[in-house]
């Protein structure tokens, strides 16, 4: 029965799972849950006696006081008091009692039945307190935890300002140990099967004991016997693995097992594991340029930014099993890694990358105050707990020790003091990079076997490092193109491109370590489509043989950025690929092996024309090297409404080496002859018709005949209508866009359009009348009601500051799970001759024309933007009647769900108002 109701217990618990599945021991207990608790928002000494009254509130462990989860839901720094009462007893009598905690922010004082237990400070770090001493077993001990977290500006803080992390926010937990246990074991592994471990073993008394290792069902077998001095003892050992099964994002392999230190009477046991892995950077061939390798082989890094941030438990997930969706999340787009962002991850996060097979660049928390003598040990002493923490997840293959300089620059009035200079400017002194690069050193002193960088720059100020990174947020195909061509030309060893302070690069690889179209927008992206720029992004950045990977921004939406691959909520966004290439996802851009397109991703041509383009082949795997594989391409595109296949062929690609090369001579093929959105459509398959990776260009097609009238393919004599060119309207708010290309209304309310159809002396006989249109549902935001109210960056956006992004003036949502419908009607000379539910308001990389379109780069008009296609053939009643008049009223109704029209120079397809004569 108590078996039974520690588990019902535990199903009732946030977070009941053991906090470190990477280092686990049996005989513990969970002490999330409800604690009585205080918040003092004033500095408070008054130590650990405090009355049941002083406790005015409970919050819920392990959620920071600032999120709702917690209970609290107060954002204010200050003070947290937390209480709680506990009876607990290890299993086995002489046990040492440890109280641990997953993190707290920021400074720490824990007191058990009125001792001081111990204090630490750091916001990230996991600590624990020895309290056998002061336990006692079988009866009520009180547990009182002071959290104190004033946002000093030398505290590691990070990028908290999404939602803060105040207080408790990691899981807390009692464990019991043998009075000889192990504290830690790091493993160095070898691609060869060779293993390296060091542990801490600690000991209350001289002794001889047996540390054992036992793995992967006990295939993986050694014993090490060792002498024992009364402290913390050093223990090295080493042993090889047979036929080793490596580690890598395809092949998660684990071997799981644990460590026994059998001492005495007493046995410590942990339940851990290791992934067999090695990472590196290396030369191939005659290039004078590293590339990052995995396991001995070139890698080419897919990666996003993930922020870690939930919209409820803010940076504590709510549960286990929403951390190993987030990895999950990550890998069905083909990402291979992540970097997380200015912190460092949960250990159940990374052991869910771990299991599943998800690379990881892992952040240090920053500062934002001065590089000082307070700052910089704290730092340091902190940056040392997350490498001793995470150092044996086979996942993180990098550490990032500093971003975009925050908190390296001294401030202009501490200069100003120090120089006398009134004039002084906040500046990343020489003394300041000094110190950086010996953080750096320091990092690759204590973990040689991974990828270290001193600073991931935005300010072109590096100073030493493994890898040679760069952010950047433009907007727009050429200057994307023109922006990344530049740091490739002048990324070479001895260059003093990106570098400060008189350093200069080293041969190591290049890879861009921020990017997106967040903040490469005047005001900000807002909540936008960003399927179009990413496509184009994705070949540029494959165009580049140097170029080692990237991370876009970012894997989820946040409080103020919208530029995530999904909503903060998990909804999905819809890129809108499959659209242009049958099955194609954003995973097809994320594939090892990819098909460059050297080309913009649109450009406007004329009817029939030759055009060529050329192709690159881009590989980073040797799966299918040596191989044959079959590039199939068609151009097609739509004739109102019906798919026309125009040239198309196969080209057989010999599959060999790693890079990028040139493929023989430039696809060339004629454009339709007639106003189309063309487009070219690629799918590279392997022998057995694998499809290995698919990507499109798109052209927009301009037709005009001699008296401009528009050009398709149909019968009959077509009468264009530009959708601005209403006579009448009722919208309550009505407003054109893409350079008079659309016209929108909402919320109800209708068009009327005077159309005149050929006279008896240009055509005898009206028979046949058909309508064509192209139009969406019009979600109504607030700007287009009270009127847009942009806002300049500021740093303040890093700390969450409100977006007020349906104020935005470059915001239309980008197509998602959440639909808007609206109901439309049209009505002849009064008379409704059809109705059309439209089922959502779109914008994605679809609305090729609302891109091509776009007066600016770097400030969109409901970019991406686009409709359905309606067509209406008009009953033989009304077309009699029109064969008399000539000329008829079009009223296109809409109820509360509003409406958008897309003309020839906007949405998908390429038509006005159109009418269609026989």
Known sequence: MAAQALQTAAATLPRPEYPRPDWQRQDWLNLNGAWSFRLETETNDSGSTQSAADFNSEIIVPFSWASPLSGIGRSESGIGWYKREVTWSPETSGSLVFLRFGAVDYRCDVWVNGTHAGSHSGGYGTFEFDVTSVWKLGEANLIVVRAEDFDAKSQTRGKQGYGEIRGIWQPVWLESRPQAHVQSAKFITKIDGSIQVEAAVAASAPGEAELRFDFNGGTVSHTERVALAPGVNVVSASFRVEDPQLWSPETPFLYEGEITLASGESTDRIATYFGI?????????????????????????NGTLDQAFHETGFFTYPTDEEMRDEIYLAKRLGLNFIRIHIKPEEPRKLYWADKLGMMVMEDMPCFWGNPDEVARPAYEREAKEIIDRD?????????????????????????????????????????????????????????PTRIVEENSPCNWDKVESDINTWHFYINGYEEVRAHVTEVVENTYPGSSFNCI???????????????????????????????????????????????????????????????????????????????????????????????????????????????????????????????????????WHDNLGTRVTGDRGTVALDW???????????????????DAVAVLALTLRAADGTVVTRNFITFDVRGASADGAPVYDAEGRF????????????????????????????????????????????????????????????RLLARNVEGARDRNHTI????????????????????????????????????????????????????????????????????????????????SSITAKLDRSRGFKLTLE?????????????????????????
């Open 719 to 778: 009468i264009a209508v530009p959708v601005t060119d209403f006579a009448e309207q009722t919208f309550a708010h009505q407003w054109n866009a893409i350079q008079e290309g659309k016209t929108n209304g909402g919320k109800s309310g209708h068009f009327v359009y005077d159309v005149a159809l050929p006279d008896a002396g240009e055509q005898a006989l009206i028979q046949h009348v058909v309508l064509a249109f192209e139009a969406s549902s019009k």
């Open 277 to 301: 892995r090695e990472i590196g950077t290396a030369l191939f061939g005659d290039r004078k340029y590293r590339w990052i390798t995995l396991n001995g082989k070139p890698v080419y890094l």
């Open 391 to 447: 150092f044996n997840h086979p996942s993180i293959f990098s550490w990032i020790m500093f971003n975009e300089t925050w908190g390296l620059r001294t401030d202009a009035e501490t200069i100003s003091l120090t120089s006398g200079n009134a004039d002084a400017e906040a500046t990343y002194l020489p003394e300041t990079q000094e110190w950086v690069r010996s953080v750096y050193r320091w990092a690759k002193s204590v973990d």
């Open 656 to 674: 060999n080496g790693y890079g990028v090369t040139p493929i023989g001579e430039p696809l060339t093929f004629s454009l339709p002859k007639q």
């Open 796 to 875: 303040s956006m890093m700390h969450g500051a409100d977006a007020a992004v349906e104020y935005n003036s470059n915001t239309y949502y980008m197509t998602d799970n959440e639909q808007h419908e609206s109901l439309i009607h049209v009505l002849v000379d009064g008379e409704k001759v059809a109705s059309f539910l439209l089922p959502d308001n779109p914008a994605d990389s679809q609305g090729v024309l609302s891109y091509q379109y776009q007066e600016v780069q770097n400030k969109l008009d409901e970019a991406g933007s686009y409709g359905y296609l309606c067509k209406v053939t008009l009953p």
């Open 894 to 918: 809409a109820g509360e769900g509003g409406l958008a029209l897309y003309g020839r120079n906007a949405g998908r397809y390429p038509i006005d108002l159109l009418v269609q004569v026989k």
């Open 501 to 635: 302070g008189g350093n200069v690069q080293s041969d190591a690889p290049l890879m861009n370590s921020e990017c997106g179209n967040v903040w490469g927008f005047k005001n900000g992206a807002g909540d936008s489509d960003l399927a179009w720029h990413y496509r184009y992004m994705m070949n540029e950045f494959r165009r580049h043989d140097k170029m080692c990977g990237f991370v876009f921004t970012e894997l989820r939406d946040v409080t103020n950025e919208f530029n995530g691959y999904y909503r903060l909520d998990g909804r999905e966004k819809f890129f809108g690929y499959e659209g242009f290439v049958p099955g194609m996802s954003l995973a097809d851009l994320h594939s090892a092996d990819f098909i460059v397109i050297d080309a913009p991703p649109c450009q406007t041509v004329q009817a029939g024309a030759e055009v060529s383009i050329p192709l690159l082949a881009s590989s980073y795997s040797d799966r299918y090297h040596g191989q044959q594989l079959q590039l199939g391409w068609e151009l």
